[in-house]
């Protein structure tokens, strides 16, 4: 019998949600997945349709109109995601952005925008990233400049994922008072709403090419006070921390996806690629590299479902987040680089799917915080 991977924490509801999760990306996106990476975005109508039978914000609660389950059900998507190589819709991103609205917006920030979030109606995306300032969110230029009881945004982001396509965005801005330069808010911006903000083109990138990461422009954007997450200036940097271990944990198991779904195409090709009149899985390094594989798989399933476990408890620290994100998107790496080499030439084909998992992996020890962030933060209980 084959090895099985599947997680620790599935039930029968969970299995049964997973199934309706699994037919929609084989119906919905994957036949589309090759017309998504030529045009550079998946479009906003799979967004609707994703919101339609309800695989959106699924652990934000139902009076908010989310699902109303938890994190694993978040799982369940991005690994299905992750075993097809499917990276060009970002739900993770849209979920983080409706976690920043439930856990510190206001009761009417709330009420408003994530049904819409939940729907599809809005796609999400979060922009902190600029030109010259990555992790280092301190050195951001973007800043809102008060005048008489608004806020006009002037600035730029970058490498903003689901960019283009987006409807709802959560700009990280410093504050410019007569009194103080800073601090910082999350600004919260409907895209068709507000004059002066633009978006530039889509970045071209050596994966993740149906992903729509692009380049965003404020030009004196008119904001009140509503438009501040939660309403009161100057907590933008607290409120974005209280979040990154969800952010990562998500990063994580799309990590733990990737490497299943990889590990799982080449053992396929291994069977049926016949090497000097034998299948290459009857070669012993075949079989050691793939029983490599086998033991990461092991290990990453039992530290993610750990981690799953910790958050479902409401026990997650930043650390152990930050080390989940480092370690697996590190064996994700690894993982996939044997993939391709068991491929052979085959594996340097834009048109075999281990190959764009090779190339998608790489920016996965980059955004939601660089390896060597993490290791700052995990070294910090040293």
Known sequence: MPYDFQPSWLNEELTTYKETVERFLDTEMVPFDEESRQRGHVGHEIWRR??????????????YGGGGGDFRHEAILYEAMGHRGLTGMSPSVHSIVAHYLLNHGTEEQ???????????????????????AGSDLRGIRTKATARDNEFFLNGSKTFITNGY??????VFARIETHEDSGKFSVFIIETKKHTGYSVGNRLKKIGLKAQDTSELFFDNI??????????????G?????ADLP?????????????MEGAYKLTVDYVRNRKVFGEPLINKQNSRFVLANMVTTLKVARAFVDDCINKIL??????????????????QQNLLVDECVQLHGGYG???????????????????YGGTDEIMKEIISRKI
């Not at 994703?50 to 009076?63: F, M, N, Q, R, Y």
Request: charged residues 20%; aromatic residues 6%.
């Open 348 to 366: 340097f084909m834009d048109e075999y799917l281990i190959g764009r998992m090779f190339a998608d992996a790489r920016v996965q020890r980059i």
């Open 237 to 241: 940097l607290s409120q974005i921390m």
């Open 110 to 132: 709330r009420q408003y925008y994530l049904p819409q979030l939940a729907r599809g109606e809005l796609v999400g995306a979060i922009a902190m990233s600029e030109p010259d």
């Open 246 to 258: 969800y952010e990562r944990l998500l990063i994580a198991d799309m990590a733990m996806g990737a």
């Open 222 to 235: 008119n904001l009140s006070a509503n438009h501040i997450l939660g309403g009161t200036p100057g907590r």
């Open 165 to 170: 396509l987006a409807e709802l965005v959560l």
């Open 313 to 330: 408890c409401g026990t997650l620290d930043t650390e152990t987040a930050s080390a989940a994100k480092l370690w697996l998107t590190q």
């Open 50 to 63: 994703a919101g339609e039978i309800g695989i959106l914000c699924t652990d934000i609660p139902v009076k």
